[in-house]
């Protein structure tokens, strides 16, 4: 009798340590989540406005120095006659 009252103990113990350590990889997982959450609102809120201004800027200057060389006609639009 005494040595079921011990093994009911030993079940005890290791599913309390398996259950910390779900607890462990959940509490880690969501900690992941919202490490990854907040990469994306930096991407989002800061990365992506000041790759789009630059962008935009480096198009309007290619698009002016074209437009002086070339015009606003059919050339602009669709390219320079080669020789």
């Known amino acids: 009798m005494p040595e079921s009252v ?5 079940i005890s113990v290791s599913s309390d340590a398996s259950y910390d350590s779900d607890e462990e990889d959940r509490l880690a997982e969501q900690e992941w989540q919202e ?8 991407v ?3 990365l992506l406005p000041y ?3 630059f962008l935009g800027r480096r198009w309007s200057h290619w ?6 060389r070339l015009g606003l006609g059919k050339s ?3 390219g320079e006659k080669r020789l």
């Open 6 to 10: 011990q093994s009911l103990d030993t």
């Open 35 to 42: 490490s990854l959450q907040q990469l994306q609102q930096l």
């Open 44 to 46: 989002t809120i800061v």
């Open 51 to 53: 790759l789009g201004k």
């Open 63 to 68: 698009a002016y120095a074209r437009y002086v």
């Open 76 to 78: 602009f639009f669709l």
